[in-house]
């Protein structure tokens, strides 16, 4: 076991570390890991309080041993700048080189990926032996979704590995009640509680899994209800402090964070999703001493859900997004053969044990958060928790008893198929799609930003540059990296980034010849999108593109036209 275990994360790192070697900074990664730095370095955390402080902590630890040049002066001051303005000074203005930030901001989260992949083997091994362990690591091991995410600075990774450790000890605390699972599993829900908002989810999850456990074993009694109902309390507490430690236990109000007048809109958002006078909040939020930036976080993405913004989905533009979603970016996302494996488990799933139908639950949860409207439709990563629920309830497959050379021949041609288009993939795993989708070639067509094109292209863009020997193109770049720190000649075109604002577009004309370097977000969306709606008729656009076919496309995310 051992030996499987050695071997899994030789072969896990080295993919994630050679393939995150190859692409530059996704939007928001210089952001977190600047924000990761200032809290560690300065205690400071006024910078995205939407996420919690652990995974970038996490990413800026290596950090604190090299000798940077931080603009500590931008640090807490809004009005001088605001946070990817502070990340793009420390990245690529203040003398730092942003490709070691990145490379030593990302390896945490390499580690964080490590650990929910031992998680997926011992919780498998446990359940269905060593087959079964084998199986489920292997489905995590070359899952494209995953490797996507576990190379990255971002939340997302983070709050799925301590949503999986917290379910599995909370499931052997359901079998053998022990105030020593009630800790466990309550440091682990504290963990992913400091990791990313969403991990708020937990918390009904926990309580429906107690209640189809006891439901389909022991049944329930007054005694095991009252020892149960303290239990989860003391796991809350336990959550809420370790939280709380990670703001270094600052106590804060609400109230001192926001500014009544200021934010007043936003206070009576927040109110009026939770049903409450704006008075009593604002009132209640004055005297409740709490980790007050973590409730200024949640009240912002509270405020914020269901906001017009932006969004594409398989041709279409929408400012308030599609049920089907996540749906589709699940089913094109993930490699067929795991969705033929996935199917096969699920034909017998009321033949498996009580935990085997629970972990498919759960990961149907996941799903089904997102199509009642739990999360943007931005990306695959946001129910990401989901995939490794599913990997473990798909190893089930091995521990049926019909027909079982049919079936062990089956599983064994899907696995082949399965590593093949993982191997075939690399290092592109941001924008693979299977082949329902036609191929990551094809990606862009369906969605955009984090499940197809996150800015990470530019090194790639560099590279295809200098062998087709081109000189300069016009650069539609989503993303927030600098095209100048990778050598990149470039006229700036219009795009939908922070890069730069629409002044700096002035001047420029489109259509013009020369060669189009147009990432896929920035084709579907730039200039369709007025701050409140879409304008299909703006001269921002990229519409005019539809005239030409792409010769070329950089890392299945940056579209390349010759216009000449």
Not at 435 to 462: M, R
Not at 505 to 523: C, D, E, M, Q, R
Request: hydrophobic share 45%; aromatic share 16%.
């Amino acid at each position: 076991m051992v030996t499987v275990l050695l071997i899994f994360c030789i072969i896990f790192s080295a993919e994630a570390i050679l393939s995150m070697k190859e692409e530059s900074p996704t939007i928001d990664e210089p952001m977190h890991l600047t924000k990761g730095y200032a809290q560690l370095r300065y205690g400071d955390f006024s910078m995205e309080p939407q996420n919690p402080p652990l995974v970038t902590m996490l990413s800026a630890l290596p950090l604190l041993f090299m000798d940077l040049n931080f603009p500590e002066e931008l640090i807490g001051a809004r009005g001088k700048a605001d946070d990817y303005e502070i990340a793009d000074q420390f990245f690529y203005y203040r003398g730092n080189d942003a490709d070691t930030l990145l490379f030593w901001g990302r390896l945490p989260v390499v580690l964080l990926g490590v650990l929910l992949g031992f998680y997926v083997f011992r919780w498998s091994y446990e359940i269905y032996g060593l087959r079964g362990s084998l199986l489920s690591l292997m489905l995590y091991s070359f899952s494209p979704v995953i490797l996507a995410n576990t190379k990255l600075i971002t939340t997302d990774v983070g709050v799925t590995c301590f949503i999986f450790i917290s379910m599995y000890y909370f499931f052997k605390y359901l079998k053998q009640p022990s105030f020593k699972g009630v800790l466990k599993t309550g440091v682990f829900v504290g963990l992913a509680l400091s990791s990313k908002v969403t991990a708020l989810f937990l918390f009904p999850v926990l309580l429906l899994t107690a209640a189809f456990y006891r439901q389909q074993t022991t049944g329930f009694n007054k005694k095991k209800m009252y020892g149960f109902v303290r239990d989860f309390a003391i796991t809350g507490f336990i959550g809420v402090f370790i939280l709380w430690s990670f703001y270094f236990f600052k106590v804060e109000t609400v109230s001192t964070l926001y500014d009544v007048g200021s934010d007043s809109a936003k206070i009576q958002k927040v109110a009026g999703r939770l049903h409450l006078s704006p008075d009593i909040l604002v009132t209640a939020a004055s005297f409740i001493p709490s980790p007050g930036t973590y409730l200024k976080g949640l009240g912002n993405v509270i405020s914020d859900a269901g906001r017009s913004q932006p969004l594409f989905f398989m041709g279409e533009r929408s400012e308030r997004g599609w049920r089907s979603y996540h749906i589709v970016a699940f089913l094109m996302k993930t490699p067929v053969p795991a969705l033929a494996l996935l199917l096969m488990s699920s034909a017998f799933f009321f033949s498996y044990s009580t935990e085997t139908k629970l972990s498919m639950m759960v990961a149907v949860f996941f799903l089904l958060q997102s199509v009642i409207g739990g999360v943007a439709d931005k990306g695959l990563r946001h129910i990401l928790p989901m995939y490794p629920f599913m990997f473990v309830f798909t190893a089930g497959v091995t521990t049926v008893k019909k027909y079982p050379k049919i079936m062990n021949a089956a599983a064994g041609l899907l696995m082949l198929w399965y590593v093949i288009s993982s191997v075939n993939a690399f290092p592109d795993y941001i924008p693979y799609y299977n082949e329902f989708a036609g191929g990551p070639g094809n990606g862009y067509k369906y969605f955009i930003d984090s499940n197809t094109d996150w800015g990470q292209d530019l090194k790639k863009l560099k590279k295809y540059m200098d062998e087709k020997k081109i000189d300069r193109v016009k650069l539609a770049y989503f993303g927030t990296a600098s095209p100048d720190y990778y050598g990149i000649n470039y006229e700036y075109l219009w795009s939908h980034n922070r890069i730069k604002k629409p002044d700096d577009f002035k001047g420029t004309t489109l259509p013009g010849k020369g060669i189009y370097a147009v990432s896929a977000t920035s084709l579907q969306l730039t200039g369709y999108w007025d701050g409140e709606k879409f304008d299909t008729n703006s001269e921002y656009s990229y519409k005019w593109l539809s005239r030409h076919e792409p010769v070329d496309i950089v890392g299945n995310s940056i579209l390349i036209y010759d216009v000449r």
